[in-house]
């Protein structure tokens, strides 16, 4: 039964299928282990057996981790919020609703950075999460729980969010797959917000046909998200191992200066393989992504500055305070949000203030353009733009907790596809240190199936294991 959790999702499912496992034991065995993590991957554990799920379902009953910032029904959402305590939304997240429609029914809900903010998940109000790969290092964030939650083989598969990398960093550091889906392909009805121009759902997995399979039924137009809308193709599951005429940029901007000299090891290795496999790498310009973290950290505050308003001690959670209006909005808040998050509304109600708007947001928003027509003007000449995924290895718990714009440098590489709304994939590539090395892939909007064949081409060629990190 162990050994079950081990395989990837597809090959579960396909276990499920053939009768050597019930639905039933497969989701008791998962949720024994979220129990009973020692990583602090889990902030909540299902107590039931999910509705009876069948083996013949797309997704076949094979259990699902969800990150805590997805509300569900009558269950603690609380994204790595201390503010959130104790609230338990009235309604679910249309992509939790919509896998578990398709068979993957939630074994747990995985703790987070503080409302999605942050690159190794010590922003949680909960503890930080272990990485499974060395218990002294982080998992990345700020989905790292999900991710540490697939790497230690907890849970088969799982959903986490994206807004400047919060799903391709963790994937990177903890030797997994993941997937931020072009902006708008996936609903963000029930997703607890944090920059509503960035966020993104999407799959956190063991492998590139793992991926795809939990986002052919996450995406698509959703009434409740005017945002959303119905990607113009079915997704496939991919089965390429050819890049026969593709062509890969690799822009200089974002892997040069502050990369790893062991993470651009594993990039030129993999640059190899896909001139092996029969593409064609080139450089490729991308002249503003420098000022990607910069545009970023101006926005992506702006629009939290915004969104995090609502939480006073009126609606949602904890409230606080002396029985006085003006009391509760204070203590409230004070109690309630942490350091990071804190920051944010700072930084972002500053750079929205009337006299620097134009200095700052609106500046950000210009730069914001450039970078969309730097991808633009990218992929005349190239079909995929190639980068690491995050500068460095999963680092030590807290190394970089005194130095926030250490901690924001984590994003570099990340960051431009997500100001761009482009759909971006993190593969591992390889190891340095003993430890994994994502390698991003950023494709034009709505290439997916496109993006998850060169990525499928590309892992058969890496042979990464999928098993879980070696002890
Ligand atoms: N690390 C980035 C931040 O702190 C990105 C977070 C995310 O993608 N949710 O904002």
């Not at 299928?17 to 008791?28: H, I, K, M, N, P």
């Not at 606080?320 to 990071?340: I, K, P, V």
Request: net charge negative; proline share 8%.
């Amino acid at each position: 039964m162990s050994e079950l959790l081990d395989l990837t999702a597809a090959q579960t499912a396909a276990s499920l299928r053939a009768g050597e496992v019930s639905t039933d034991e497969l989701f008791d065995h998962s949720r024994a282990r979220a129990a009973n993590d020692d990583l602090g991957a889990f902030l909540w554990v299902a107590e039931d057996a999910p509705p009876p799920v069948s083996a013949q379902a797309p997704l076949a009953g094979v259990p699902l981790a969800v990150k805590d910032i997805f509300c569900a029904e009558g269950v603690p959402s609380t994204s790595g919020s201390r503010i959130l305590e104790g609230y338990r939304p009235a309604y679910t997240a249309t992509v939790v609703e919509r896998l578990a429609a398709a068979g993957a029914p939630m074994v747990g809900k995985t703790n987070m950075d503080e409302f999605a903010m942050g690159s190794s998940n010590e922003n949680s109000a909960y503890g930080p999460v272990r990485n499974p790969w060395d218990r002294e290092r982080v998992p990345g964030g700020s989905s790292g729980g999900s991710a540490a939650a697939v790497a230690a083989g907890i849970a088969p598969w799982a959903i986490g969010t994206d807004t400047g990398g919060s799903i391709r960093q963790p994937a990177s550091l903890c030797g997994l797959v993941g997937l931020k889906p072009t902006y708008g392909s996936v609903s963000r009805y029930g997703m607890i917000a944090f920059a509503s121009s960035l966020d993104q759902a999407g799959p956190i997995t063991r492998d590139v046909t793992d991926a795809a399979l939990l986002f052919r039924h996450m995406v698509g137009r959703d009434p409740c998200d005017s945002t959303s809308l119905d990607h113009p193709e079915e997704i496939e599951l991919p089965q390429a191992d050819r890049l026969d005429g593709l062509r890969f940029g690799v822009p200089p901007e974002l892997s040069g200066e502050g990369i790893e000299p062991g993470v651009l090891t594993v990039l030129k290795d993999v640059l190899g393989r896909v001139e092996h496999l029969g593409g064609t790498v080139n450089e490729t310009r991308l002249p503003h992504s420098p000022h990607g973290l910069s545009a970023y950290y101006v926005l992506a505050p702006a629009e939290a500055s915004a969104n995090l308003a609502r939480y006073d001690g009126v609606r949602y959670g904890l409230r606080a305070g002396n029985g006085d209006l003006l009391s509760m909005y204070e203590h409230t808040r004070a109690e309630g949000f942490g350091d990071e998050v804190k920051r944010r509304i700072m930084l972002g109600t500053y750079a929205l203030s009337s006299g620097y708007y134009d200095a700052y947001y609106g500046r950000a928003q210009r730069v914001r353009t450039k970078i969309v027509a730097d991808f633009a003007s990218a992929f005349e000449s190239c079909d995929f733009v190639i980068t690491p995924t995050s500068p460095s290895v999963a680092f030590r718990i807290g190394e970089r907790t005194g130095d926030p714009l250490a901690m924001y440098l984590s994003d570099y590489c990340a960051v431009p596809a997500s100001l761009a709304g482009l759909p971006a994939i993190s593969i591992p590539g390889g190891l340095s240190e003993g430890l994994p090395v994502g390698i991003q892939l950023v494709g034009p909007a709505f290439s997916e199936n496109r993006l998850l064949q060169a990525a499928h081409a590309l892992e058969g060629a890496i042979a990464f294991p999928t098993g879980p990190p070696p002890t």
